[in-house]
C-alpha cells in the first residue's frame, strides 16, 4: 500500500497528490511516470512525475475519468494499492544552450522537474505555461522559481497573454537562437505546437500519453508511430522527437474505449450518489 | 476424469478438465509398470521422480506421493496442468509403444489438487548462509530458482514489476486452462519457504542495477514478454492487439468482468486470431468466451501448429474457425479494424526450422469480415533491464547468454527461461532456473 502525504485541489478538477513510494521517489529523474492501481479492482493508469520530495513523489491529475475521479476522493492518509514506477526513459537533459519548456493545461505539471533538470544542466531555461484561463493555470510560482524566463498565456486571455501557447514560442524562434523545446500536453497541443519549430528545425521532445496497461513494454498497448516505425510509449519513450510522431494515430488510439470509459464514468457517479459520498475532501 | 461440454465451457473461464478422481488416479497408477531405468524421468525437465510419486498413488498414500513429487518440483498443480507431457514423460513412457502412456500430467495435477486442498506440507529449508540472492521476475523460472535457493538456505528477494506474481502464469495463461487460485496457492508455498516478494519494482528503474549486483548472486528471470507484431499495414487501427495485451487485460486485471473491474477490453464481434502456438490458442478461446465468432489464421498446415495438440482440440471444439496455410497481408479499416486480407499459402520445402517452408500463392487474396485482430506471433526477450547492465552479454535475438548452467558473462549473475531461451515452455523455464540454483548455490557456498 502506498500511503497518500498530501491532497490539494489546484483548480478545477485538477488535483495535486504527494504518494510515499520510496522506490520510486529514490530513482526519478524528469520525464518519468509511474503506474498506480487504486485498489483490487482497479485498472492501471499512468501519470507523469511532477516533482520528488524524500520518498514521495507528486502526481496531477485532472479528474476526467473513473479512475481519476476516484483517485480524487481520496485524502491524505488514504493509500492506493499499487505504484510501480519510475517508467519510461528520463529526458534527455544536456547543456544544449537555450532550451524552451511549454506546458498546456495540465501538461504543466511535468514541466518543473525538466525545467530544473536543464537549469542544473547549464541552459539557459524559458518556461511558457498555458491554460484555457487563470484559473486552471497551474505551478505558476514553481516555474518562475526554476526558469530564467517565465512567459504565460491563457485561451480568453485573462493572465498573461492572450492566445496560445505557440505565439509565444513563434515569437522566439524569430527573435533568437533556440536550441531545444519540450512541449507537455493535450496531444492536439503538442501537435500545433510542435509544427510552429519545423521550419527553424528546432529538436523538439513531446511527451505522448497513449493508453497503457503493464507500462514495461510487454503488451503494445502504447504503441506509437515514430518516423514511420512502431515505439512503445512507455519503454522507448514516453518523450519523442515531435516532427517524427503521428498524432493523428495517437489521438485515433486514445480514443479505443471511450465508450466503455463512459460506462465506468457513470456508474461511479451513480454509485458515489447512492452512497451520499460526495467526494469532497477539498472543497 | 473429463472435459466439461464445449457448449457449456464457453460461456465461463471456469477450468476445462475436470481432473481426476482417488479412484482413477489410483486405476491410472496401478497400470506403472515402476521401470528399473525409468524413462520419463530423463523426459522430465526437472527431473521428477515419476515412479516414486506414483507408486505412493497406488497405495493410496496422497500425501507422500506429494511430498516426492514436491522434493523435485515446488509448482505441481501448475505442470499437472500446463506441462506439454504427450512431448516429455508421457512421450517416452514404455506403455505408449503398446497401449496408452500413463497419464502422468493428470497424477501430478491430481495429488497436487488433493495436497492443496487438505493440508500443504513444506519442503525442509537448510540452516541460513548469510548470502543474498535477488532474483528477478516471479514467472515459472523466477519462482523455481527461489525455492530451490531458499531450500538451500539463501536469503532470497523476487523483485516483480506488476501487482502479481506469476509472470506468465498470471498474466498469460487463462484461468480455464490454470485456475488463478492453483498458481496464487503454489506461489504461496515458495514464498512459505522465507522468499521474500517486491512486488511493483521494476529492476532496472524501482531497483538501481548497482543495487541488484550488490547482491551476492542475481538470476534474471525476466521472461520473453516483448511481443512481436507482423509489420503489416493496418496493425495500429483500434482493434488490433497482441495477444500479451489481450491475454492480460483479461487473466491480469480481469477485463471480462468490466465494470465491475475497471480495465475494458474490446468484444469484437468477429476476431481474428493470428498465430498456431498455445498462446493463439488461449487468445482465440478467451475470444470465444467473451462472445466472438472467431477465426484462427495459421501460415502453415495444422500439423504444423506449435500448440500442444489437446490445446487444438479444445479450441476447435469450442466452434474456433482453422484457417490454415493463410497468412495475413494486411489489416483493413479506416480508424477501427473492418476487415483483414489474407494470401492462401503453399507448403514448399522445408526451412530453417525444419518445417515446411511456407509461399504466398500469387492471386489468392481474400478478406475477412472482422472487428478485431489478435496477433500471437511470439515475443522475444524483454530487453529493458537487461539492456541497462554494463558488461552483460547478449545473442543476436537478446536473449542473455548463458552457458548450461546459467552462468552469463559475469561472474556472479545467471539467467534462465525464456530471458536466456528465447520463448519456450513453462517446464523448460523450470528445467533451466533449477540448473542455474544448483550452480548458484555451489558458488555461493564454495566462497
Avoid at chain 2, 497468412?327 to 483493413?332: A, F, G, Y
Avoid at chain 2, 537487461?386 to 543476436?396: A, H, K, M, N, T
Avoid at chain 2, 515452455?425 to 540448473?435: Q, R
Wanted: hydrophobic share 40%; with cysteine; net charge negative.
Amino acid at each position: 500500500m502506498y500511503k497518500v502525504e498530501l491532497a490539494t485541489k489546484l483548480a478545477d478538477r485538477v488535483y495535486e497528490y504527494w504518494i510515499r513510494a520510496p522506490q520510486v521517489a529514490q530513482h526519478a529523474r524528469a520525464g518519468q511516470f509511474i503506474i498506480l492501481r487504486l485498489h483490487e479492482a482497479g485498472e492501471r493508469i499512468p501519470l507523469t512525475i511532477s516533482a520528488v520530495r524524500g520518498d514521495t513523489v507528486r502526481v496531477i491529475f485532472m479528474a476526467v475519468g473513473k479512475t481519476t475521479e476516484e483517485l480524487a476522493t481520496l485524502g491524505a492518509g488514504d493509500s492506493i494499492k499499487d505504484v510501480v514506477g519510475p517508467l519510461g526513459k528520463p529526458s534527455e537533459i544536456e547543456n544544449y544552450g537555450t532550451c524552451c519548456v511549454i506546458g498546456g493545461g495540465v501538461g504543466i505539471a511535468s514541466t518543473p522537474l525538466i525545467a530544473k533538470e536543464l537549469k542544473e544542466a547549464g541552459n539557459h531555461v524559458i518556461g511558457i505555461i498555458g491554460a484555457r484561463n487563470a484559473d486552471l493555470l497551474i505551478l505558476e510560482d514553481e516555474m518562475r522559481e526554476v526558469c530564467d524566463e517565465l512567459y504565460i498565456t491563457t485561451d480568453d486571455g485573462s493572465k498573461g497573454v492572450h492566445g496560445f501557447a505557440s505565439d509565444i514560442l513563434k515569437k522566439l524562434l524569430d527573435e533568437r537562437q533556440i536550441d531545444r523545446v519540450w512541449i507537455i500536453g493535450p496531444a492536439i497541443m503538442m501537435k500545433v505546437t510542435s509544427g510552429v519549430t519545423i521550419p527553424y528545425g528546432v529538436k523538439t521532445y513531446v511527451s505522448l500519453n497513449p493508453i497503457m496497461v503493464d507500462g514495461t513494454g510487454m503488451c503494445g498497448s502504447c504503441r506509437v508511430t515514430v518516423g514511420g516505425e512502431t515505439k512503445f510509449a512507455c519503454v522507448d519513450g514516453p518523450e519523442f522527437d515531435a516532427h517524427q510522431v503521428d498524432f493523428a494515430e495517437l489521438m485515433q488510439r486514445q480514443r479505443i474505449y471511450t465508450g466503455q470509459e463512459k460506462v465506468s464514468l457513470e456508474r461511479f457517479a451513480e454509485h458515489r450518489c447512492r452512497c451520499g459520498e460526495g467526494g469532497h475532501h477539498h472543497e | 476424469m473429463s472435459d466439461r461440454p464445449a457448449d457449456v465451457r464457453i460461456h465461463d473461464f471456469k477450468e476445462v478438465d475436470c481432473g481426476l478422481s482417488p479412484a482413477e488416479a489410483i486405476a491410472e497408477a496401478e497400470r506403472c509398470l515402476q521401470c528399473k531405468k525409468p524413462l520419463c524421468v530423463k523426459g522430465c525437465p526437472v527431473c521428477i521422480d515419476i515412479p516414486a510419486f506414483i507408486r505412493e498413488i497406488a497405495d493410496g498414500n496422497f500425501p507422500a506421493a506429494a511430498r516426492a513429487l514436491k522434493e523435485q518440483n515446488m509448482l505441481p498443480a501448475i505442470c499437472g496442468r500446463v506441462c506439454p507431457q504427450e512431448t516429455q514423460c508421457e512421450g517416452v513412457c514404455i506403455l505408449g509403444s503398446k497401449e496408452t502412456p500413463i497419464r502422468i500430467g493428470a497424477l501430478e495435477r491430481f495429488v497436487a489438487d488433493r495436497e492443496r486442498e487438505n493440508d500443504p506440507s513444506l519442503p525442509e529449508t537448510a540452516k541460513p548462509t548469510g548470502k543474498r540472492v535477488a532474483v528477478v521476475g516471479s514467472g515459472p523460472a523466477g519462482l523455481t530458482a527461489a525455492a530451490e535457493l531458499a531450500r538451500a538456505g539463501h536469503a532470497v528477494t523476487i523483485f516483480e514489476s506488476l501487482h502479481e506474481a506469476g509472470g506468465v502464469l498470471t498474466y498469460g495463461i487463462p484461468a480455464f486452462r490454470l485456475p488463478k487460485d492453483v498458481v496464487k496457492a503454489e506461489i504461496d508455498q515458495v514464498l512459505a519457504l522465507g522468499v521474500r516478494l517486491k512486488k511493483n519494482h521494476l529492476a532496472g528503474r524501482s531497483v538501481a542495477t548497482d543495487q541488484l549486483l550488490g547482491y551476492d548472486a542475481v538470476f534474471l528471470a525476466t521472461g520473453a514478454g516483448l511481443p512481436a507484431f507482423m509489420g503489416i499495414l493496418g496493425e495500429n487501427l483500434n482493434g488490433v492487439y497482441s495477444a500479451n495485451e489481450f491475454l492480460t487485460r483479461v487473466n491480469l486485471m480481469h477485463a471480462d468482468a468490466f465494470p465491475e473491474f475497471d480495465t475494458p477490453v474490446l468484444h469484437g464481434a468477429r476476431v481474428a486470431v493470428i498465430g498456431g502456438g498455445n498462446v493463439a490458442m488461449d487468445a482465440a478461446r478467451v475470444a470465444r468466451r467473451l462472445g466472438a465468432k472467431v477465426s484462427l489464421i495459421y501460415r502453415r498446415g495444422e500439423e504444423e501448429m506449435p500448440a500442444r495438440k489437446a490445446e487444438v482440440g479444445h479450441a476447435k471444439e469450442e466452434g474456433i474457425e482453422f484457417l490454415t496455410c493463410t497468412n495475413p497481408t494486411r489489416i483493413l479499416g479506416e480508424q477501427c479494424v473492418t476487415g483483414i486480407e489474407c494470401v492462401k499459402m503453399s507448403l514448399c520445402g522445408i526451412d530453417a526450422s525444419g518445417r515446411p517452408s511456407p509461399k504466398p500463392i500469387e492471386g489468392s487474396e481474400f478478406t475477412l469480415d472482422v472487428d478485431m485482430v489478435i496477433q500471437a506471433i511470439g515475443t522475444s526477450p524483454n530487453p529493458l533491464l537487461v539492456s541497462l547492465i554494463p558488461g552483460l552479454e547478449r545473442g543476436r535475438k537478446g536473449n542473455v547468454v548463458v552457458d548450461n548452467d546459467g552462468r552469463t558473462s559475469i561472474p556472479h549473475v545467471y539467467a534462465g527461461g525464456d530471458i536466456a531461451t528465447g520463448a519456450a515452455t513453462v517446464i523448460e523455464a523450470m528445467g533451466s532456473a533449477k540448473k542455474a540454483a544448483a550452480a548458484i548455490d555451489a558458488m555461493l557456498k564454495g566462497e
